[in-house]
């Protein structure tokens, strides 16, 4: 409900057909270059669940499970707001137990919400100049050594012991594979954004960065209407208006998540016994 509200107000006074042109303006070689980084970033989530998978010591690696239970989560994710539904994942692995499936399911999950907040803590050091660098830098620094320093955290759960070992090997990749992935999603931007109008890679990178902070808030399904609303107010800055900051986010959302959802949706229904 909260989703269809928003998505009214987000279109509310903006004309669809506006929207429908400026995503037409995308042109053949453009869509594909934004279908490989797609591709790119479904295999890089992949290898983080796989490695998430692992931080449990006595999983035994199954590459066909890790891949059918991955792309069951593409679908699963629309049904909650937050995707938090994707965690049904879990169900299509065999490990030494579901407890062990979520932790691995949370790891991955906050390396990459912990990547969306450290490029929106970044794109706002570099935006808003009145952010003062004496609480600011400290809190950022934090922030940036989160992945590394969060391995305490299994001190205060009796049962973790057995995981700390391996997250602390994996949390560095982790994070570089999110970072990774963070940064393939803004250039994916920047091609639909310079197919429509025209901005330079550093305002893209703040505004976009700024932007997708609204996928760490789990109050819409997707986040749609959300991730619009916070394009529409950043990319306002850069020029664009409403239909093409709308039109952007659509774009990369149906390359991103609804293709990848159906691919994801036929594995479950052969695979839903």
């Known amino acids: 409900l909260l989703t269809a509200v928003i998505l009214y107000f987000v279109f509310r006074g903006i004309e669809l057909r506006l929207v429908l042109e400026s995503m037409q303006k995308l042109s053949l ?39 059918h239970s991955y792309l069951i989560g593409l679908p699963l994710a629309f049904i909650f707001p937050g995707g938090f539904a994707s965690m049904g994942r879990i169900l299509w692995v065999k ?24 490029f929106a803590a970044t794109a706002a050091m570099l935006h808003f100049p009145g952010i003062s660098p004496l609480w600011g830098l400290p809190i950022y620094l934090l922030l ?7 391995r305490y955290l299994f001190h205060f759960w009796k049962q973790g012991e057995p995981y700390r070992n391996q997250y602390t090997k994996s949390a560095p990749l982790l994070a570089l594979l999110q970072v990774v992935a963070a ?7 920047w091609l639909i954004l310079n197919s429509i109008g025209s901005i330079s890679w550093l305002d893209n990178f703040k505004l976009m960065s700024l932007t997708n902070f609204s996928n760490t808030l789990p109050i819409t399904l997707a986040g749609l209407g959300l991730r619009e609303s916070f394009a529409i107010h950043f990319l306002k800055e850069a020029g664009f208006v409403a239909s093409q900051a709308i039109s952007a986010t659509l774009s990369l959302f149906l390359i991103q998540d609804v293709l990848p959802a159906l691919i994801g949706l036929t594995v479950f229904w052969k695979k839903r016994k």
């Open 183 to 189: 940064l393939i999603a803004l250039s994916q931007y």
């Open 95 to 118: 490990n030494t137990s579901h407890v062990a499936s979520a932790l691995s399911f949370v790891v991955e999950r906050a390396i990459l919400t912990w990547a969306m907040v450290t």
């Open 29 to 67: 070689g453009v869509i594909l270059l934004l279908i490989l980084g797609s591709f790119l970033r479904h295999l890089i989530q992949l290898t983080a669940w796989k490695l998430a998978l692992r931080i449990n010591p006595d999983y035994v690696p199954d590459a066909s499970a890790e891949l």
């Open 144 to 150: 940036i050594t989160l992945p590394l320093w969060s």
